[in-house]
Nanobody, 115 residues
Framework: QVQFVESGGGLVHTGGSLELSCAVSGIRVSFDTVAWYAQAPGEQRELVAA???????YYKDSVQGRFLIGADNAKNTVSLSMISLKPEDTAVYYC?????????WGQGTQVTVSS
């Protein structure tokens, strides 16, 4: 059974940085496409970035150049490094497969960017 456990969120000021981490079990990150999703208050969850070994990573336009997705095959984790954070980046961030496995959503990690 695939499981994702997110961590690393927090409260930062505009322009700050955070690094999120996702511990993955049940699949190997080197064999599947794993992604980060964000759900802002009152909005639907949306794809932010995705990584697949051997293919270019995907980034939502608004985070291009500010977010970097990475995978550690030895630890079976996926990370999301975020710099130059903006208030509009405020959301709960989740990791999952791309396309997502409905039954595998974790609790997510809250990222709050104050203006």
């Amino acid at each position: 059974q695939v499981q994702f456990v997110e961590s690393g969120g927090g409260l930062v000021h505009t322009g700050g940085s955070l690094e999120l981490s996702c511990a993955v079990s049940g699949i190997r990150v080197s064999f599947d496409t794993v992604a980060w999703y964000a759900q802002a208050p009152g909005e639907q969850r949306e794809l932010v970035a995705a990584i697949n070994y051997g293919s270019p990573s995907y980034y939502k336009d608004s985070v291009q150049g500010r977010f970097l997705i990475g995978a550690d095959n030895a630890k079976n984790t996926v990370s999301l490094s975020m710099i130059s954070l903006k208030p509009e980046d405020t959301a709960v961030y989740y990791c999952n497969l791309d396309p997502p496995s409905g039954g595998a959503w974790g609790q997510g990690t809250q990222v709050t960017v104050s203006s």
